[in-house]
Structures are given as C-alpha cells and as structure tokens.
C-alpha cells in the first residue's frame, strides 16, 4: 500500500527511460489497484508487464472494497500475486482462499503468481518443507500440467518480509530448489525444469547478484527496494545475463 497516482507517475519518470528493456530479463510492476491504469497507459509500447497485488475469488457480487480478476485483467494487468505473505496472517487469506483466487485468476486468462513461505517459529520448528508443500498441494490442486506453465511460484520467507532479514543464497536455493523438486513429483521432471520459481523476501541491490546466482533461483519479488526506483534499476541490473 504505497504510492499514489503521482507517486507513480514519477516512479515511471525515473525509472522508465533506462531499464524499460534488457535482453534476457522479464521486468514486472505491480502497483496497487488505484495505480493500475495509470501504469498500464504509461507502460503502453514498453515490454514491462503489469501485475495486481489480489483479486477476489468470485467475478462478482455483493463484496463491497474487493476488485475481481476480470477487472484488473481488464485495465492491462497480465499478472496477479495470490497468496502473499502479508494476504496470509493480515487478512486472513487459508490455503483454500488462495487456491480460489488461483483458480479465478486462471480464469481471467491471468497468470499468477502463487507465493508460499513459512513463518520464523515454523522454521524454528523444523516445518519449513511440511508447511510450503501443503500450500504448494492446495494452491495448485486442479491445475494440470499444461496450465502449470502459466502459473509462476514465489517462496517468500514470512520472517524475511519487511524485516530487514534475508534468507542467505543456501538457504534461498534449498527452499527453491525442493519446490522445483516437489512440482517435478507433482507433475513431471520437465514442467519442474520450466517452472519459473522467484525468491521474495528483502532483495536488494546489495544481496540480488548473488541470490540470483543459484540455480533454482529464476527471478525476484521485490518488495521495499522496489519503491525506490533507482534500487529497483540495480536489481534489474543484477538479473542481466552475463
């Protein structure tokens, strides 16, 4: 919840004229609702996709505040984050509600972005892959292999959002690596190879190289860093092939 129109504009000012394209990298902004059409007509011609921070389970009806997968595909948004990590504990977002949103997502021909992640006391206790496959399980249940190519996965450590902590690269890599692991049982080895799995959780310009270095590692989800458009031009530029 950052930014308003004229925040954005300016954000679009600064960053826009130099990293609107890189070979080899897939640059996606995700503003919040009251954002998005003013980001999509300035991203018109530009091969920076949009994306929406949530939808609604339902196309519509009587829920009041709440903003469909057909409305946001509807101002330009290609992309859609289900499950983050704020949904889950803030407001109060289960399994089966974000398998929901998944679905309804899917079927405004969006592609979403399904976030998994454990909090620090799960960790603790030794449940880190118990609690990411189980919202891999639900999330994904009645997604078929085709489909799953349109469905983007993002593990988010809870105790690395918003504090400043960052998971290191191994342990990063570990938990990407046995959701690569879990997709390839779940469907097959190669939708695992073509499933592309972001880290999210403090990336910034001082640790994105190197956390974009490790194999299971395809991409980022900003968070902080990215409201500043100049750190944000530094990720970005990490994630440049060499």
């Known amino acids: 919840m950052h930014k308003t129109v ?16 890189i070979p080899g990298v897939e640059i996606l902004l995700i503003p919040p609702f009251t954002n998005l ?39 330009g948004c290609r992309h859609v984050l289900v499950g983050h990590s704020e949904r889950r504990p803030v407001f109060g977002d289960a399994n089966d509600t974000v398998h929901r949103k998944l679905i309804a997502a899917l079927r405004a021909k969006l592609e979403p972005i399904l976030c998994v992640g454990e909090t620090i006391e799960q960790r603790r206790g030794g449940e880190t892959t118990a609690i990411v496959e189980q919202q891999l399980s639900t999330g994904l249940d009645e997604v078929d292999r085709a489909t799953m190519a349109k469905i983007v996965i993002a593990y988010e450590p ?26 390839a049982q779940w469907f097959d080895a190669p939708t695992a190879e073509g499933s592309l799995i972001l880290y999210g959780g403090s990336v910034k310009p001082s640790n994105a190289a190197e956390l974009l270095a490790e194999p299971d590692i395809d991409g980022a989800l900003v968070g902080g860093a990215s409201l500043d458009p100049e750190a944000f031009r530094a990720i970005v530029d990490a994630a440049e092939p060499q």
């Not at 004229?6 to 394209?21: G, I, K, N, V, Y």
């Not at 091969?47 to 509807?74: C, K, N, W, Y």
């Open 158 to 183: 809870v105790w690395a959002i918003g504090t400043g902590e960052t998971a290191t690269p191994e342990q990063a890599q570990e938990a990407c690596a046995g959701i690569r692991a879990w997709v």
């Open 37 to 75: 059409e003013t980001a999509h007509r300035r991203l018109a011609g530009s091969p920076i996709r949009l994306g929406a921070q949530d939808v609604h389970a339902e196309s519509s009806g009587a829920f009041t505040g709440s903003v469909s997968a057909e409305m946001v595909a509807g101002v």
């Open 6 to 21: 004229a925040e954005t504009e300016a954000f679009l000012d600064a960053f826009l004229p130099s990293r609107s394209e």
